[in-house]
């Protein structure tokens, strides 16, 4: 039987060997871009100081607050993620479910055609969706039932969607613009996004990690996971609050991506098991690393031109979902 | 003063159709109560009441009152409740699988602060409930890799761990083989004479219940019998409650009554 | 045979149908336009209208779209919406009853077959280069049997700015010198887009006698790394006119004031119906490009 005891000593030691890999990846993010500079350049440029030289402008000006943004952006989606998954107990649900993505991408449309900052809109866009899915799908006090609250999600999401292309048809210039978009990128986005989200993505974080104990205990299911002591009502509010904070601040950051919030939890859980404490930091480390290693594909595969990050992440995740899946069935 | 009344309880998952109706009934302290009573005549959804939960599926009349400790049920927060009350479904969908002793240290969750980890005192507590009930050697096996009998014991283990004075228990013998039923039997009478626990348990074998307790609650949605164990649990009342063709018997040793199918 | 079997050919027999008519629709290919008395035309490509008015065709007119709005004698012809396919139908194209429809393959491609099963003739226009305006010009001239006036075009575009050295098309980077001023048009700056050598603007850069920074770049509008525009340093930066962007703007860019376009503050906007449109006025686009690199 393949299932190991869970030691905590496996759990440090994946910790450590996560970290040091998100600490290589943001390192190579540094010193690998659309333009080689080789580093001997890079040694030179930073002993002599000189900070208007290109060298040095490219590394810190634009590299570092880019590499900060998907360091940051990986570990909100499997944050996200991790905790959807726990909430509505499906090892399938990805931050997209609940309709974040899509209200994030019709606030985003509808700021860029009134030419107002995209990021905020589509920050906004995605808190209004979510609010709009818990009022709708969860107002009463006592429904929790989270399967209304999934299927609402999708519903509203769908809705979201066709609103966005009835406005990009009517304004057709923006359709280019927001398919880019919808693809996810750190193009173009430098210290005033990071700023920006900041603030509110660490504050997701701090709520999140709050959920861990109350998602164990919903394994069992909201029956027993009530009876067990859970509010199911503040159990609710605190992680659709803390989840789509953190996912709208992801879209905020790089726009959409996918994947990641479906990938890093699940991965990280067949691998380490489902205690929430452990798998939320695990899942961090993990997304943090797929966006990293992803941005710099997105910048090495054609320079200098970008791919969208969003496809790169695709075509990483899902050969290697696949592959967990069944490497999953073997030993089950 | 009783630890559970039940006062005009009606109660209905959708209008008009009465699950429940006009049930009183009480339960001492320190008591077993059995609940039997043919599928879907409401033995669930009484427990689901007792316990507190589900209110939003399930309604209740106005002058509806469910006691625990002479307080209203509605009154009790979640996690004073579930010190209060344990309650044990009939299944359970279990999401992920952790190991025993993780499942059964999640017991000690209205005692825990909400975000802090467990304390030291909550697992001893629950290394010791499992040793009490003879699967401290499981502790570190998953959920999914042990038997249905094992997995029945180590949900039971876990509403032990909540240390309540009432437990209540939804069927907690069905899917289960022969000789783990009676080995759970003889569990659930120890806990109850040891721990002076209040104890509200629904059957589905009607057999089991003399050997447990000594008051019954026959119930089929509007029909609700109340009363010992000899009074109920005679041919006239199941008869009709069940609608079938019972004969009643004396058990040669034990000297409870037993029920047979005649037909 | 056994249910796998069976199943395995089901499966291959709809594949291949599939196949099949995926390759029927694109066999129809493309028909060529003939040589007949042509007499209505509408004209769905701004380029191509000014185009025709430049070759005197104007007359043959019979409907354009919003964005057709040069020479002034356009704006007298009829209408039929706006630029994208989505804003008008096939039908309002039809009810202009037209015998050729000018249009631009990569906006309005789908159209083509449908018009030209209707028996109406379509001119599809591709440009991806200063050639391709002179090849298109004349294949019109053949087409209308006017090859004098398309000469004089040609002409005319060309001596509308100065002839100068072509750089060749090569990568810009960090330390490339290089003799041809190096210049970046902005087409969006979220994510941040520019032109490649597929699109004709690189050929507009050229003609001028400088050198698009991206020429590298196949693509004709690629999403460029902010790092390379600071890298390959241009010495001029052109924005549309209708950009909301400006040198002030752009100087507040992180990492940007680096840049010898924004130290120099050589940050110009050009007319965007003069540069985005591949028609008779290229070539006065092209002077414009050399005007501001001066």
């Not at chain 2, 939804?170 to 039923?181: C, G, T």
């Not at chain 3, 709005?69 to 804003?87: C, M």
Request: hydrophobic letters at 45%; aromatic letters at 10%.
């Amino acid at each position: 039987m393949k299932k190991p005891q869970r030691a905590n000593f496996s759990f440090y030691l994946a910790i450590l060997t996560l970290s040091l890999i998100v600490l290589l990846l943001f390192f190579l993010s540094l010193i690998l871009g659309s333009e080689s500079i080789s580093l001997g350049k890079i040694a030179t440029a930073f002993k002599e100081k000189d900070y208007s030289s290109f060298v040095l402008t490219i590394i810190l000006k634009i590299r570092l607050p880019r590499s900060i943004l998907a360091l940051l952006s990986g570990a909100l989606l499997a944050a996200s993620g991790t905790v959807f998954q726990g909430y509505f107990r499906n090892p399938l649900a990805d931050p997209g479910l609940i309709g974040v993505s899509a209200g994030a991408t019709l606030g985003a449309v509808i700021f860029s055609s009134l030419s107002l900052f995209i990021p905020i809109g589509a920050f906004f866009g995605g808190l209004m969706a979510a609010s709009f899915v818990y009022l709708i799908a969860g107002g009463s006090k006592t429904s929790t039932d989270s399967s209304r609250l999934l299927l609402s999600g999708t519903a509203l999401g769908v809705l979201f969607a066709a609103i966005t292309s009835v406005l990009l048809i009517l304004k057709d210039k923006e359709i280019y613009k927001m398919y880019l978009w919808t693809q996810g990128s750190f193009n173009a986005k430098g210290w005033n996004i990071l700023f920006m989200v900041l603030f509110p993505s660490l504050l997701s974080f701090f709520l999140m990690f709050l959920t861990t104990k109350k998602l164990d205990l919903l394994s069992f299911g909201e029956k027993s996971a009530e009876t067990l002591g859970l509010n199911l009502q503040g159990t609710k509010l605190l992680c659709l609050t803390s989840a789509s904070l953190a996912s709208a601040s992801s879209v905020c950051a790089g726009g959409t991506i996918g994947f990641i919030g479906l990938i890093a939890p699940h991965t990280m859980r067949i691998l380490f098991g489902s205690r929430h404490k452990k798998l939320l930091p695990l899942s961090m480390l993990f997304g943090s690393s797929l966006v990293l290693f992803s941005d710099i594909l997105a910048r090495k595969i054609a320079p200098p031109m970008e791919v969208p990050i969003g496809i790169i992440t695709a075509f990483i995740g899902v050969p290697f979902f696949l592959f967990l899946l069944r490497r999953g069935r073997q030993d089950g | 003063m009783a630890k559970i009344e039940v006062k005009n309880l009606t109660a209905q998952y959708e209008k008009g159709k009465n699950v429940l109706e006009n049930l009183s009934f009480t339960v001492e302290d320190g008591e077993i109560l059995c609940l039997i009573g043919p599928n879907g005549g409401g033995k669930s959804t009484l427990l689901t009441l007792l316990a507190g939960i589900g209110m939003g599926k399930i309604k209740k009349t106005k002058n509806s009152e469910i006691l625990i400790n002479q307080k209203k049920i509605e009154s009790y927060a979640a996690n004073k409740k579930a010190r209060e009350i344990s309650y044990l479904g009939q299944t359970e969908k279990l999401a992920w699988h952790f190991s025993v002793f993780e499942t059964v240290l999640m017991g000690r969750y209205a005692y825990s602060s909400a975000y802090l980890p467990y304390s030291k005192e909550d697992k001893q507590i629950a290394l010791s409930v499992l040793e009490d009930l003879g699967i401290f050697h499981l502790k570190d096996r998953l959920t999914n890799e042990i038997s249905g009998g094992e997995l029945q014991k180590v949900r039971i283990a876990r509403s032990l761990c909540q240390n309540t004075d009432i437990m209540l228990l939804d069927e907690p013998f069905s899917h289960l083989d022969i000789q783990h039923q009676s080995k759970l039997l003889s569990l659930i009478k120890t806990i109850a004479e040891e721990k002076k626990k209040t104890i509200v348990i629904s059957l589905h074998d009607l057999n089991l219940c003399p050997l447990l307790s000594k008051t019954i609650l026959l119930v089929n949605k509007t029909e609700a019998f109340f009363g010992s164990l000899e009074e109920i649990f005679t041919e006239s009342y199941l008869n009709k409650v069940y609608k079938t063709d019972f004969g009643l018997f004396r058990h040669p040793e034990l000297d409870i009554p037993q029920v047979f199918v005649k037909n | 045979m056994n249910l796998k079997n069976k199943k395995w050919i089901s499966v291959s027999i709809v594949v291949l149908a599939s196949a099949l008519l995926c390759m029927g629709a694109f066999a129809r290919g493309k028909k060529e336009v003939e040589n007949r008395t042509l007499s209505r035309i509408v004209s769905l490509s701004p380029a191509g209208t000014e185009t025709l008015f430049a070759l005197g065709l104007g007359d043959l007119l019979v409907a354009r779209t919003d964005f057709c709005n040069y020479p002034p004698e356009a704006l007298s012809v009829n209408s039929l919406g706006g630029f994208d396919g989505k804003t008008f139908s096939l039908e309002s194209v039809l009810a202009f009853n037209p015998d050729l429809v000018y249009l631009d393959v990569t906006m309005h491609g789908h159209l083509t077959d449908n018009l030209q099963n209707l028996g109406i003739q379509v001119f599809e226009t591709n440009i991806a280069s200063l050639d391709d305006i002179y090849k298109e010009v004349r294949e019109l001239a053949l087409l209308f049997d006017i090859k004098q006036r398309a000469e004089e075009l040609i002409t005319t575009i060309q001596r509308a700015y100065t002839p100068m050295p072509l750089a060749d098309m090569q990568t810009i980077s960090l330390d490339t010198e290089n003799e041809y001023a190096k210049v970046y048009w902005e087409v969006w700056n979220a994510p941040y887009m520019s032109v490649g050598s597929s699109s004709f603007i690189n050929d507009v850069i050229r003609e001028a006698g400088a050198i698009n920074i991206f020429s590298d770049i196949a693509a004709a509008y690629p999403v460029v790394s902010e790092e390379s525009i600071i890298a390959r340093n241009p010495s001029l930066i052109l924005l549309p006119a209708d950009s909301p962007e400006n040198w002030e703007s752009l100087s507040k860019r992180t990492g940007w004031q680096s840049i010898d376009a924004i130290q120099n503050k050589k940050v110009i906007k050009i007319d965007g119906d003069l540069i985005s449109r591949p028609g008779p006025r290229i070539g006065e686009a092209i002077r414009a490009v050399q005007e501001a690199l001066q």
